[in-house]
């Protein structure tokens, strides 16, 4: 496709379960970056990968927030035993290269967490 | 840790006021800078970059941005609003040697009254 792409839109979860997020990022750009964006705030950096090979989670808040790209194309963010604070946009991003060249967002998917 | 602020979090002009939209950063390192816009209902969209040169960048849609390094600073700046240019503007800096990862300031949110 033309652009980055997001699945799904929109999500709502309860306490407790587990959801997956899914990144589509333009055909060929080598990096691919995870930004969670909380209500009136800006985003924030969760995990960033070049390729198939995550190069830094530390943005991920804890260990239930898992992120894999094993074929250096689509992205999946798996948020397990979801809580409530883990309300918020989760947006993805991906960049040509891997020198600080423009990053190109998706939507973002909005998951509520009840 | 490294931080960007945004010095206004809502602007409400007339159009064809001009505009200037406050960002500093406190990394002391060669930063790449960023503002990227959001018009309601779309996606994170680049508006303009400095990487190097002529501090002075020109973006789209009749924006400017200037680049003071001794201010850590990098407004945002346009001669004449229009109604259009209702969105909300996140200025953002990466390290040159990191992964890239992209720090966010707050965001502002701007209301052009027609």
């Known amino acids: 496709g033309a652009g980055v792409s997001q699945s799904p839109r929109y999500k709502v979860a309860k306490r407790g379960q587990d959801v997956a997020l899914r990144c589509d990022p333009i055909s060929g750009h080598v990096s691919l970056f995870w930004y969670q964006q909380a209500l009136g705030q800006g985003p924030e950096f969760l995990t960033y990968?070049?390729?198939?090979?995550?190069?830094?989670k530390s943005g991920l808040p804890s260990d239930r927030f898992f992120a894999e790209r094993p074929e250096g194309s689509v992205s999946t963010l798996k948020i397990q035993r979801t809580q409530q604070e883990d309300s918020a946009v989760y947006l993805c991003?991906?960049?040509?290269?891997?020198?600080?060249?423009?990053?190109?967002f998706g939507p973002g998917t909005r998951l509520t967490v009840l | 840790a490294q931080s960007v602020s945004q010095h206004n979090h809502h602007v409400i002009l007339s159009e064809a006021a001009s505009l200037e939209l406050g960002c500093n950063y406190s990394?002391?390192?060669?930063?790449?800078l960023f503002w990227y816009v959001q018009y309601p209902g779309q996606h994170l969209q680049l508006l303009l970059k400095?990487?190097?040169?002529d501090p002075l960048v020109k973006g789209i849609k009749g924006f400017e941005a200037e680049f003071i390094k001794s201010k850590f600073s990098f407004n945002l700046r346009k001669p004449s609003v229009q109604w259009s240019d209702t969105a909300e503007y996140f200025c953002a800096v990466n390290k040159i040697g990191s992964n890239y990862q992209l720090i966010w300031g707050a965001g502002t949110k701007l209301i052009i009254k027609p």
């Open positions: 991003a991906s960049s040509l290269g891997y020198r600080g060249d423009e990053q190109f």
């Open positions: 990968f070049q390729n198939e090979a995550q190069l830094d």
């Open positions: 400095y990487f190097s040169g």
């Open positions: 990394y002391g390192g060669t930063v790449n």
